[in-house]
């Protein structure tokens, strides 16, 4: 059965824009037991993507949370969060937990998919982060996930940019953790998942669980049947045949840039370089700069930020890492890594301004004016690797041998090693500064 591509054809500014794409990996495919989770987040060129850590924290009963749009109950603790998120939602794109989840989230156009999708709901990249404060094992946060969204629905606009204000969508998650992985894939308030507990996966802009399906909303078969989605003698329920808007291709090769070319170039190359069981943080490093597949985005969209994290197995020694860009464009940036530790700090320089309750999303009617949200290191970044510029050579030289040195220096960083974990990320982010104003002063 061919995979389902699912973008909408008229609407090629939407199309260009929805093209994350999300990978996991895990033993046997992996060295060391380990596993391996990478996104690349795909917004407008000119979004700001910040990284930023929220501590643990408790509630007191009835307390709510403000996430993009809507308030829900907040729950009696939360745990502490590592995310990368567009600077003016409350949501993120993409993140890890203090136990070792990870979460990215991918656009999808579905049957559910309209203008009813613009009312102001949960975001999927509120469901992000939800999950990761929420979910202590990728099983919980598959099920806060689902629960949260057979309550709440999804919806909202989903960029600040005005010139994409009528643009929403439904969302797919990878959901990992140290043991196993779960893809979700939504349409509405429906939504089906699918264990992965060996070899690789990803997903993009695309529905891709067709009838291994390990868990599923209440009556989504009848949903199918009854709407005309899918009828029993048809054959084995497939959720991305019934659930798709578009046809699939059946015939030549899919557009590039497309979700479907994305997802087919994302699982050849995630299969080359697992292939000999040796997949580590350097191989998602490769995928997620990858070009040529259109997997990191240098157009109409642009991965602005990319994650990778490396989930050691229960009992390791060795330190959960989480890697992140905090600028656009992996291949033009650098991976910088975090640990969660006691105390951790990252400081200031990969965080966006707060303007609080004077932020533009939060008064209303919303988004009538913007607002400055570019953080220190983007704009060092920006001054001197501006895109659709030539690369700077020296410069990106320069990066590589800190991104090399740093690899090498966290490869057998315990977990026991409070001290040099809890200021990990921010002297990462200090070295590079120092590497752009020394570029900036020559």
Known sequence: ??????????????????????????????????????????????????????????????????????????????????????????????????????????????????????????????????????????????????????????????????????????????????REAWVLETAGQHWAAERVEKGVRNISNLLTIETKIDAMSNGLLDVAQRKGFWEPDEGPFNFATAFSTCPPVRAGLPPKGSGEHRYLAGKELLERFSQNGSFDVSSMFAILRDEDSCICRTDVSVSVGSQVSLLTPSGSSKADVHWFTATPNPARSIYKPFAFARDVEIGSLSVSPDYGEQDPVRNRPRFQRIVDRTHELYRAHRAVSPLGCNPNVELLASLKDLENKTLLDVMELSD???????????EALEDELKIYRRDLNN
């Not at 070792?100 to 709901?121: D, H, M, P, Q, Y």
């Open 1 to 178: 059965m061919p995979v389902i591509i699912c973008f909408r054809r008229s609407a090629d500014s939407a199309m260009m824009l929805s093209s994350c794409d999300t990978f996991v990996a895990l033993p046997p495919a992996t060295a060391e037991g380990c596993v391996v989770f990478g996104k690349n987040s795909d917004r407008p060129e000119d979004e700001v993507q910040e990284v930023v850590y929220v501590s643990a924290a408790d509630y007191a009963p009835g307390s709510v949370v403000s996430c993009t749009y809507i308030d829900i109950p907040q729950v009696p603790h939360t745990f502490a969060v590592v995310l990368s998120k567009p600077a003016w939602m409350w949501g993120a794109e993409m993140g890890a937990n203090e136990h070792g989840v990870a979460i990215g989230n991918e656009a999808v156009w579905t049957r559910f998919t309209g203008t009813s999708c613009l009312i102001e709901k949960l975001l999927g990249m509120d469901y992000v982060r939800l999950g990761l404060e929420r979910g202590a094992n990728a099983r919980q946060a598959l099920d806060v996930i689902t629960g949260l969204l057979e309550t709440y629905g999804q919806g909202g606009r989903c960029y600040e940019d005005p010139e994409y204000a009528s643009i929403s969508y439904c969302n797919s998650f990878i959901i990992a953790d140290s």
């Open 416 to 426: 026991g090693d409070e001290s040099k974990k809890r200021h990990l990320f921010k």
